[in-house]
């Protein structure tokens, strides 16, 4: 990352910014006026433009992207005519309230979007507010004309889900057609919903009898009400209603930030699907996500219209600790030390943690209502919270009969705190490694699947836990030069068999980790057949620095921009191909298209001059004895033949977008669903598996243990049994110990017993 110093200094030398290249992004508190619940047609946020701010982000963002993006485009003529079809897909993707004729209107700024950016005058931002809230009323008003009636569901007709296949409506008879049969589903599937939990109310499972004895026991008044088929249909009417009349509300809410976030993300995306424009709460929200922290309360709110619902208290957070909010509650108002309570009723949930979210050792006060009613104030002092799903997490495992300990640690991403570098998943993985060795492990498994990536530092040094030394990556930067990032430490934490597994969403650092150590031989790459082929870098400037931060506080955002792109000490990069693993097995994700293939405007494959290294000798398998082994057992086994059912049957559904609105067609539908379901249903456990040991990462357990001893047994033994079960359900796991249990036969030159 040696080029994002000089990136951001040039960035200081070209607009005049005190940025201080080491120094990371230091986030304030978003400030938002209070909203009132109020009809549709009433709501008028101000969406008055800053053409002075404006101005200066588009032209800070069009010289970073044209001078420091990978791909050397110039934002002109062509550029705004591609973004234009951008914009309208991120503003109106659905195509469900703009006309042709709208369109047809805006058609005369397609290609003078280039121009609006730099000159800060965003006409077509403008207009498009102006018209797209004028059409939300429109439909509003079409929602109150059709919930009226009752639906009639005997009528055979269809709706197309897929906007790529629907075209923008001719006129407002269209468009109303349209969100008919929109509100038609939406209620069918809500009535046929509502009449199952009706029937289960009449005729419960011994399962659903003794969920409902507990119930009871709780709460003496609660009887669950018996409805007719009309009162059914009534409650799904209502229902759908006030459930779109609340989705229109927001939407008349977004401020002017969120379609400026549009405009200029419809131009960033035309370099690559990951260079981004970031607001400010976007900002927060990305340092969040890199660091696995934040400093709050430790709850995860939800919307329930109009309130912010609790639905998870974070274990070892402010409020675990300090009780008093409770799953469920409803927060009404939050308030500061000093200063007025601010109203969160109608408030959009990201909008409404931004005022509960503070400083560490600060002082939040929520007014709340509880489950049975009663209202109450809750003090909460903010403390960091450590987001524990982010954090690596490891085990000892043993398979009935194999007579071997494999260690296993998961990976959720490549966390790293750039403020407290303490924190960081390669000194947690190194950690766990050193922990499940005192257990006497005969081998590990690395689990990289569904990790995304994150910190490029970490793909490096968690690389350098397994080899000696040598190069790990090679990274191309944007003026056309190659840098190489070795590992210097010739320190090995864990020299002994090793597999890495890797999905169809192990991206970024997952892949660079997983190319290192299959060039080197070192480790064995189990998987499915790619891994998600994202081989980019992103550097990420600060806009709010020194005159820009007094001039208008920390109202900028920032920009993620594409600088640099990976490629393998064997000169092939990572971008586009992804990483092929040495063992395929089959992927139950198999059938969705979310590689980066699959992605508008990705960077191509290339290669570069391959790198001098040493392979990995201490180890060495029969890969094709592996592969052939491996095979057999997949072909044998009846859960993998279940996924390779689920992906071709989930393939098949994933191109029929049409549905139809005829109630006797969905019901049918969904009864061939279910049964489907149930078939290819991957629940089942192998009891088989020994699963012990389990730590949440050092850091972790010991924050949540500072809390509540007594809460902390009683969270550990349900978060341990369900990670239990969640290994015992993974019949790709269960493949992996199979061939760690080859590798280390033929390691130590046992035989092999035959597959059967």
Known sequence: MKRKSNFLLILTLIFGLQVNAKEPAKVAQASFKKEEVRDVDLITADVGPDEKREKLIGNILRNALETYHYRKLKINEDLSEKAFDEFFKKVDYGKQFFLKGDLKKLNKYKSSMHEEMMSGKHSLVNESIKILRSRVVEVDKIRQEIFKKQFDWSIDETLELDPEKRSFSKNTKELKNHWRKVFKQATLNRYLSLKEEQDDLKNPKKDDKKEKVKKKSKKKEDKPEILTDAQIRKKAHEGISKKYKSFFSRL??????????????????????????????????????????????????????????????????????????????????????????????????????RYIRGKKGTIVKLKVKKADGSRKQVNIERDVVQIGESFAKSSVLELKGMGLKVGYIHVPKFYRDFENSAINCTADVRAELERIKTKGVDGVILDLRNNGGGALEDAKQMSGLFIEKGPIVQIKNHDGNVDVLNDTDTSVTYAGPLIVMTNRFSASASEILAAALQDYERAVIVGGAHSHGKGTVQAVL?????????????????????????????????????????????????????????????????????????????????????????????????????????????????????????????????KRNKEMSEKLKLDEENKDLLVSYYEDSVRMHEEIKKGDEKKWKEDFKTRNEDWTKQLRQDAGLEEALFIINDMIHMQKGKKLTAVK
């Open 542 to 670: 600060n806009l709010s620095h020194g005159p820009l931060q007094q001039l208008f506080g920390s109202q900028m955002g920032a920009l993620k921009v594409t600088i640099q792109k990976f490629y393998r000490v064997t000169g092939g990069s990572t971008q586009y191909k992804g990483v092929t693993p040495d063992i395929v097995i089959p992927d139950p994700y198999e059938y969705t298209k979310s590689r980066e293939q699959d992605l508008e405007y990705s960077l191509p494959w290339d290669r570069v001059e391959p790198l001098k290294f040493s392979h990995w000798e201490k180890n060495k398998y029969d890969m094709s004895t592996l592969k052939k082994r491996s095979g057999k057992r997949v072909k044998a086994s009846k859960r993998f033949n279940k996924i390779k059912e689920s992906v071709e049957y989930l393939t098949k559904r994933r191109e029929e977008t049409k549905i139809s609105l005829n109630i006797d067609k969905v019901i049918a539908e969904d």
């Open 252 to 353: 008349m809410k977004d401020d002017r930030n969120d379609y400026e976030e549009k405009f200029f993300n419809s131009i960033a995306l035309i370099y690559d699907p990951h260079t981004q424009y970031l607001p400010p709460k976007r900002k927060e929200d990305f340092d969040i996500d890199i660091s696995g922290s934040l400093e709050g309360i430790g709850a995860v709110l939800s919307e329930e219209d109009p309130y912010i619902k609790v639905v998870k208290i974070v274990p070892g957070g402010a409020a675990w600790r300090q009780k008093g909010l409770e799953v469920d509650d409803l927060i009404l108002a939050v308030g500061q030390e000093t200063g007025d309570f601010v109203d969160l009723v109608g408030m959009r949930v990201d909008d409404a943690v």
